[in-house]
């Protein structure tokens, strides 16, 4: 149990263009998920945290207009990168956490995203 | 604030070797603690957790204590296999504060 995908797996956009980034909990209710973005052999950076129907909280350095991120339901949160850029490129990875198993995040394959 | 440091790496070692990998933290009261996999491409996985002082975790060979006197949670396994070779990182419950990461690659 308590599987999360993410879509696309891979993604490579022109710069200036959006991507959008879905992040699904398939088999339980997701109370609050959570955004991370990694760089090549390093550790995972938290960007933000979105809770079901409330604005995300986004980490300190992380510009909210420009990844934009929407909790629409308790399956579902989407991560949008706005106007994209090369130094946009990294591997961003969802994780999901439910009301009952409240201190274990469960994570998603992560999406690879390059900005040509 | 909360944080964790982890030991760091690489590390190499040959198949069927034994295998520690350091954790400790600083936190507020007692989290639970984490250590995760990360092979090659992929997300994340859960490979063990420990919820209270003194627990155990296990999982594939894999143990961790949870050493409240020490702050402390070093994973251990006693005989180490190729398809082991991944990045491990530990974490603390809440925001989940994440470790380095501690890239290990198994040698035949």
């Known amino acids: 149990g308590a599987v999360v995908s993410q879509h696309p797996s891979w993604v490579i956009c022109k710069s200036g263009t959006s991507v959008k980034i879905e992040c699904r909990s398939l088999d339980f209710q997701a109370t609050t998920m959570f955004w991370y973005r990694q760089f090549p052999k390093q550790s995972l950076m938290l960007m933000a945290t979105s809770n079901e129907g409330s604005k995300a909280t986004y980490e300190q350095g992380v510009e909210k207009d420009k990844f934009l991120i929407n909790h629409a339901s308790l399956t579902l949160s989407t991560l949008t990168v706005t106007s994209a850029h090369p130094e946009d490129s990294s591997f961003y990875i969802c994780?999901?956490?439910?009301?009952?198993?409240?201190?274990?995040?469960?994570f998603g394959p992560g999406t690879r995203l390059t900005v040509l | 604030g909360d944080s964790v440091t982890q030991m760091e790496g690489p590390v190499t070692l040959s198949e069927e070797a034994f295998l520690t990998i350091n954790c400790t933290y600083t936190a507020t009261g007692y989290p639970s603690l984490f250590w995760y996999v990360q092979y090659p491409g992929e997300g994340l996985q859960l490979l063990l957790k420990a919820t209270k002082a003194d627990d155990k975790g296990s999982n594939k060979g894999f143990e961790a204590t949870y050493r409240k006197e020490t702050t402390s949670f070093h994973l251990e396994k006693g005989s180490v296999q190729v398809s082991d070779s991944a990045v491990y990182f530990c974490a603390l419950a809440g925001k989940s504060t994440f470790g380095d990461g501690t890239t290990l690659t198994v040698k035949p």
């Open positions: 994780s999901a956490r439910s009301g009952r198993a409240w201190n274990e995040q469960f």
